[in-house]
């Protein structure tokens, strides 16, 4: 590198043809003479742009390693040229490239060996200077030519690189890229931090210099000058004069930024204040008492000032209040006046730009004008201007807090006159208007809704201002907030308001030397309003000391007088409970107040860049959306003032109530949140310094450490401390346990923070008993089980505090035993019996410390076993009761730990006392309930083993109780019946059971019945039974059983369908319960008789017989109590045609059923044995001579059906055999009836062949079959829907009734009804669609297809082409040998005059075509071919997208069968 020395060489004037390839930098360095240095080569500039290059990126690097190297250096963009050291072939561009720096100033020779900066700036003379767009002229006074001197360039080009990087990062803060900005912002502070004074220097020439910059860039340039000037620790004179001057000049400035603007340049004067106050605060006394109302900005700045405390030193914050009294007493003046008045009301309701945050201009007016009501003589006055400011509006929280502020600030000399304003507003006819029931009509509305909560605080800032002359006005104070708490518009406001000025007038109380003598007549009002702020509290954040207060002020008022009634103790205790134990774990609420005392930045309330000029647009904001802010700084050298929104702001803040309650503790709380004279005036009660509380949206919220786990532990003291209050109140068992009950919903808790806190208030409660004897030791401890139950499961908990708690616990409790049981038997010892471990110990031994452990007995070692069933040998009888319900109770939690410790000892309690219970049945209830919590495989073993244990002595009382929850029977349920079915014998007797239960089926009570209770429990336990029986069917445990009763089962199935029928009957008005329990069960009762009458046929292997009322859609005929009779006659129809394995175990069954005396009973056993005489297994149980007698019997029956079936038996052809050659020579004439035109004379004549085919029986048509065929086949295609129907039906008993015989030439027959059965399950009428299934499938069973199951499954249920194709393949396969059959059959169907039937045999056809394309090209016609075009032409059009698709690939398919053709 070469040296750099004056010589002529080195300063030679380059010549006008070279000066475009130079950088434009000039160094105006004047000599002596006067004469300005030449322009320097362009190889000096390379080289300076290669240090700088080095010299940056290695700084970067330094400072922030861990920043990714596109922040590290600056990119080459339009507002950030690169350093990178140009080729030597690339030319210089003068006119688009910029340069680093457009003018470098060198200083003089002492500043330039000077770089600490620190000395003030000389006065500037700019000579020479010349402007060029694209350049920025910066001229230095009284250099030399020192400067440059070999031994010196060094230092120059050092001072000259900072300088030049300086106003290259200053005139870079006009782009417009958000990342590059905060970097350059970033680059500015950092020199900043070592040399404030040469960025103060650069900015202020950057504004002398460049007097029409933007209004944007002057805005960047005004928040760098607040943060270089906050940065500094000394400030000189001159700067302050220089940059004052600048402030004033532009915080009045009108610009498109708005306030933003004005507050950025306020903001500078801000920081100048922690360098001259005094100076700036007389500024500010001179424009506030001009007369006129003062600009925004000075309220602005003395609202910033009002409220910093970092501004000040020690001493100065009560200095500038004092002045800021006197400003406001000589301001009382104005009050008189007729502009300033009217000014101060329209800023007082100005709306703010973010309702959530008040500026600190607003804040600090309410607070001004709060003093200077203070400071006025005249009452007159003071009256008039608050009954003004409280007919503004009281819409937005801060505009509420504003006025009580004002308010309380005014009745420090005026109390009476608040007092009355306050008393005449509340009375007015708006908040009359507003208390019941508020609905907001207009926005006018929204003025007065929330008018009480400023009253309300109001009160609060009274009580507080107050201070020893409240106690007079605490009855007409606290029964006003009451009135307005109850009877106002309920929202959070209301809350915290109340809270706020609930607790101003406690301190005012607890200040009393006379309070305690006090009588709080309105105690229970207030602790009902107490408990609803508790309830209303954000059970997920603990970041104020809400809850604490509140248990606060409970504890003391139940020290007065009148103490609360046990019902609003009981609530009480439930929602402080709740309110503390209930919080989440402290890492959350710490993680919660983090985020909500810092949110995330998505747009903060500081801006520093506007990248757009969309981000302008903002009305009413306090800055535009979008703009991101300033990166952070080091607190030290922020510039103070900006962290609170304003005085007043903080002074209302719900959320900043005072830290602690009561005299005793107001020590505490100042010194640990400190205290200032503001806060002292009642200004920012309970607020605390900086560095523990900040101002957020206008509430004043602890730091994140002191919100953490300290405020919890003083919120968890605070309930300690109310349960000792309490207990010391009323010193009996009694009570501990009523303090303790409502414990034990929290001990049981899933959560294990919520055990935890809950067990130690439970172990500190313990503790304090057994430290301080105030229980009697002759009181009988009648909840020990319950407590020992609650404390053992704890001892098996994970978290290790909470075992060693619990442990803790059992000793204080083992301890209170003792002492009790000791006086019990007069066998007082001469030591106090030996706890196990001693709070010594425990202190000695933090939670979660194991090797810490404290000292304990072998016995209470954490997590053993042995604890509880040591203790289990001690309990009685009734304790031992307690102690199973605990642990049935703990089935019910979600840890895991919990559950499985309970079923342990639910499973050893039942062992070893099972038979000696006495509740077993409640026992059985209970659990059921909890089993459904129970997600611990070995747990739930544990539980049903114990229900298993238990139906060994106690079945019938276990069943019982079972069927009162199997209505309807859940998941849970039916694992207990499940157990109860684990052993084989066990299985058979419950549902033995279960059959007799079933059968108990009395009617439901009528009017008059002298004993409905017990009837209506067997009702519902039949149904029950019903219900059980269903679901059991399904069970792997009751299978074999269930095959075995199958006669039983189903005959009482069947009973029961009829059973629940006639339950349905109109009987005489029943009241609106009984009404409306029929209505809810009635349609589920008769649907689970009908299904488990389904499900027992399908499960036990019976699922021909089910196939055929299936098809037929016969269920419905169980539905009603006319159609019955015929669903149980076609049920056994199908049991004897199908040849049933179980017939004749029915009939042993059945002929008992005949002789009961329950008439429903014989009606199903007579249509049964009807039926069943038609087939041959009826012989080898019954012989005809006894049936005979049977039926004879059934004549004399007092049923008349039952006398009609009977009869119809005997007319069967069994009993008379000529009555088949009879019957069958009647089939001709009624053959040639078929052909009549009447529509319902053929489908009745249809219908007497299908009966007389029926009555035929095993002897069947004979030779007449191939008729009835012939002719019932020739009126599928009828257009009369109900003879097809017929038709269909006769050919399907017909086939029904060749089963077994010889076909012959019927098989023909057969086949070709095939295609049109198939085709008509497309019918438009239901009816033929379901006789087509059931007679297609009877033909399959009668030609014997495989899969009939899955055949059946299919007719039944499925749908769609999946479908079809599955019966097309089954009936090609099967039928092979009639393919020309039915593909002729098809095709005649395509000229079907409907749709569906059309469809169907299109579809048929193309799957015919897809897998037999040659059998089909020779098959067809050229007719045929066109009618095939034309149809998949239509069918591309269908609605539905399947068949669309289908038609469309098969017109393709067919014109490459067409096209391969023989004809073709």
Not at 42 to 65: L, M
Not at 170 to 179: A, M, V
Not at 337 to 351: F, G, H, I, N, S
Not at 761 to 776: E, M, R, V
């Amino acid at each position: 590198m070469p040296t750099l020395t004056p010589k002529a060489s080195l300063l030679t004037p380059i010549p006008n043809s070279q000066e475009r390839n130079l950088i434009q930098v000039q160094v105006q360095v004047p000599t002596s003479s006067n004469q300005p240095w030449p322009p320097l080569r362009h190889w000096f500039w390379d080289w300076v742009e290669r240090e700088a290059r080095v010299r940056h990126s290695r700084a970067d690097r330094e400072r922030a390693p861990w920043l990714p190297s596109w922040e590290q250096a600056p990119r080459a963009s339009p507002s950030c040229p690169s350093l990178e050291p140009r080729k030597a072939s690339e030319p210089r561009d003068t006119g688009s490239r910029r340069d680093p720096v457009s003018v470098i100033s060198s200083r003089n020779s002492e500043s330039i060996k000077d770089l600490s900066y620190t000395k003030a700036p000389q006065d500037s003379v700019y000579k020479d200077r010349q402007t060029v767009p694209t350049t920025i002229l910066l001229h230095k006074s009284q250099s030399s030519q020192a400067a440059l001197v070999p031994k010196e360039h060094k230092m120059f080009l050092e001072e000259a690189y900072n300088a030049a990087i300086c106003f290259k990062m200053l005139r870079d803060l006009n782009g417009s890229d958000p990342l590059r900005l905060k970097y350059v912002i970033r680059k500015i502070k950092n020199i900043a931090y070592e040399s404030p004074n040469l960025v103060l220097e650069a900015i202020r020439d950057y504004f002398t210099d460049n007097p029409e910059i933007s209004t944007r860039h002057r805005f960047r340039l005004f928040q760098v000058l607040e943060t270089v000037i906050g940065a500094c620790d000394f400030l000189e004179e001159t700067w302050e004069k220089t940059f004052m001057k600048l402030a004033l000049e532009n915080m009045t400035k009108t610009t498109e930024l708005e306030d933003v603007f004005q507050d950025a340049a306020s903001n500078v004067l801000v920081a100048i204040c922690k360098h001259a106050w005094r100076v700036v605060a007389q500024h500010l006394e001179t424009q506030m008492l001009t007369g006129l109302f003062p600009h925004r900005s000075f309220l602005y700045v003395m609202g910033v000032l009002s409220s910093s405390e970092d501004l000040f030193k020690k001493g100065e914050k009560m200095c500038w209040e004092k002045q800021l009294a006197q400003i406001a007493t000589k301001s009382v003046q104005f009050l008189n006046t007729d502009v300033w008045p009217k000014e101060l009301q329209r800023a007082l309701t100005k709306p703010d730009r973010t309702q959530q945050e008040q500026p600190p201009e607003k804040a600090f007016l309410f607070y001004y004008y709060g003093l200077i009501l203070q400071a006025t003589e005249d009452s007159a006055t003071v009256r008039a201007h608050l009954q003004s400011l409280l007919e503004t509006s009281h819409q937005w929280p801060k505009q509420r807090e504003g006025m009580a502020l004002t308010m309380g600030l005014a009745a420090v000399r005026h109390l009476e006159d608040v007092w009355a304003v306050l008393d005449q507003f509340g009375r007015s006819a708006p908040i009359k208007c507003s208390p019941h029931i508020f609905s907001p009509k207009s926005s006018e509305d929204f003025r007065w809704k929330w008018a009480s909560s400023t009253i309300l605080l109001a009160y609060g800032q009274m009580a507080a201002k107050a201070k020893e002359h409240i106690l007079p006005w605490v009855d007409n104070i606290l029964s006003r907030m009451i009135f307005y708490f109850h009877y106002s518009s309920w929202d959070d406001t209301l809350k915290q308001s109340f809270l706020k000025g609930v607790l101003l007038l406690v301190r005012a109380i607890s200040r009393n030397e006379g309070a305690h003598s006090y009588e709080f007549s309105q105690a229970p009002e207030l602790l009902d309003c107490l408990m609803i702020l508790l309830e209303k509290e954000s059970p997920d954040t603990l970041c104020t000391s809400i809850r604490q207060q509140a248990i606060h002020i409970i504890s003391s008022l139940c020290k007065l007088r009148p103490p609360p009634d046990l019902e609003r103790k009981s609530r009480l205790l439930s929602v402080c409970f709740r309110s503390v134990f209930a919080l989440p774990l402290l890492e959350v609420l710490e993680k919660h107040t983090c985020l909500f005392l810092e949110p995330p930045n998505i747009q903060e309330s500081r801006v520093s860049l506007l990248p757009d000029d969309t981000a302008l647009a903002h009305p009413g904001g306090m800055y535009p959306p979008g703009l991101p802010s300033l990166p952070p700084m080091p607190t030290s050298t922020l510039a103070a003032g900006k962290r609170s929104p304003g005085l007043g702001v903080e002074c209302s803040a719900p959320e900043s109530g005072p830290t602690v309650c009561g005299p005793v503790q107001d020590e505490t709380r100042r010194a640990l949140v400190g205290a200032s004279p503001l806060r002292e005036r009642g200004a920012l009660v309970g607020a605390g310094p900086p560095h523990e509380h900040r101002a957020l949206g206008g509430r004043t919220v602890a730091h994140p450490e002191a919100c953490g786990k300290a405020l919890y532990d003083r919120t968890a003291e605070a309930l300690d401390q109310l349960l000792q209050t309490f207990i010391r109140q009323t010193p009996t068992a009694e009570e501990l346990h009523f303090l303790l009950s409502h414990m034990y919903f929290w001990l049981a808790s899933e959560k294990a923070h919520e055990r935890q806190r809950a067990v130690h208030s439970c172990t500190a409660l313990l503790k304090f008993l057994s430290q301080n004897p105030h229980l009697d030791p002759k009181e009988e401890f009648r909840w020990t089980g319950q407590l020992v139950g609650m404390l053992g499961i704890l001892c098996q908990d994970p978290d290790r505090a909470t075992q060693l708690s619990s442990l803790e616990g059992m000793g204080h409790l083992y301890q209170l035993l003792m002492r009790q049981k000791a006086v019990e038997a007069s066998e007082v010892e001469s030591g106090t019996p030996k706890q196990p471990w001693s709070s010594g110990d425990r202190k000695t031994a933090p939670a979660g410390a194991p090797e810490q452990a404290p000292r304990m007995d072998p016995l209470f070692q954490p997590g053993g076993s042995q604890v509880i069933k040591e203790v289990m040998k001690r309990l009685t009888m009734q304790e031992l009761t307690d102690l199973i319900w605990t642990a049935i109770d703990g089935l019910g939690s979600h840890s895991p730990f919990r559950v499985q410790a309970a079923a342990e000892m639910l499973l050893a309690a039942i062992q070893d006392h099972g038979a000696k219970l006495d509740t077993v049945a409640r026992l059985g209830r209970a659990i059921h309930l909890q089993l459904c919590s129970v997600r611990i495989p070995q747990a739930k073993e544990h539980a049903l083993q114990a229900i298993t244990l238990l139906a060994r002595s106690h079945t019938s009382q276990l069943v019982a109780a079972f069927l009162d929850f199997s209505i309807p029977l859940d998941s849970h349920a039916f694992r207990l019946w499940r157990a109860l079915g684990a052993e084989p014998p066990t299985s058979r007797l419950v549902l033995a059971t279960l059959l007799a239960w079933l059968q108990e089926r009395p009617l439901p009570k009528a009017a008059g019945d002298s004993s409905p209770q017990s009837k209506d429990k067997t009702y519902l336990r039949s149904l029950a039974a019903m219900n059980t029986v269903h679901e059991l069917q399904f069970t792997r445990e009751f299978k074999v059983a269930v095959q075995e009763a199958y006669p039983e089962l189903l005959l009482a199935l069947l009973a029961q369908v009829h059973y629940i029928l006639e339950l349905d009957l109109p009987r005489e008005p029943q009241p609106h319960s009984e009404i409306q329990e029929a209505a809810v069960t009635s349609p589920q009762r008769c649907s689970t008789s009908l299904e488990a009458l389904k499900s027992l046929l399908s499960t036990t292997g019976h699922w021909h017989d089910f196939a055929h009322l299936e098809l037929q859609g016969s269920w419905e005929l169980f539905t009603t109590l006319p159609t019955y009779p015929q669903g149980v006659s076609l049920l056994a129809r199908a049991m004897v045609q199908n040849r049933c394995q179980q017939i004749k175990t029915v009939l042993g069954q059945l002929l008992p059923s005949l002789q009961s005396r329950e008439e429903r009973k014989r009606k199903v056993a007579m249509l049964i044995l009807t039926e069943f005489l038609y087939s041959p297994a009826l012989l080898e149980v019954l012989p005809k001579q006894a049936a005979l007698a049977v039926l004879a019997r059934g004549l004399r029956d007092t049923s008349p059906k039952v006398r009609v079936w009977s009869l119809q038996g005997l007319g069967n052809v069994l009993f008379h055999p000529g009555g088949g050659s009879l019957l069958r020579g009647q089939l001709p004439p009624f053959l040639d009836g078929f052909f009549q035109d009447s529509e319902p004379v053929v489908v009745r004549v249809m219908g007497t062949v299908s009966d007389v085919l029926r009555r035929l029986g095993a002897l069947g048509a004979g030779a007449q079959s191939l008729g009835v065929a012939i002719n019932a086949r020739s009126f599928f295609d009828d257009e009369r829907d109900g003879i097809r129907a017929a038709a269909m039906a006769l050919f399907g008993d017909l086939v029904a009734a060749m089963e077994g015989k010889e076909l012959g030439r019927l098989r023909a027959q057969v086949y070709q009804s095939m295609v049109p059965l198939l085709l008509h399950l497309k019918d438009h009428c239901p009816a033929v669609v379901t006789q087509a299934k059931f007679t297609f499938y009877r033909c399959t069973v009668l030609l014997h297809w495989r899969l009939r199951h899955t055949l059946f499954c299919t007719l039944a249920w499925e749908q769609g082409l999946s479908a079809r194709h599955f019966l097309w393949t089954c009936l090609m396969t099967h039928s092979q040998e009639e393919f020309h059959v039915h593909l002729t059959q098809a095709l005649s169907y395509l000229h079907s005059c409907h749709h569906h039937i059309k469809t169907w045999a299109a579809l048929f056809i193309g799957y015919t075509i897809c897998y037999h394309p040659q059998a089909v090209s020779q098959m067809v016609t050229g007719v045929d071919t066109n009618l095939l075009f034309c149809t998949f032409e239509d069918l591309k059009k269908d609605p539905e997208p399947g068949i669309r698709e289908f038609a469309t690939r098969q017109l393709s398919l067919l014109q490459k069968v067409v096209a391969t053709s023989p004809e073709h």
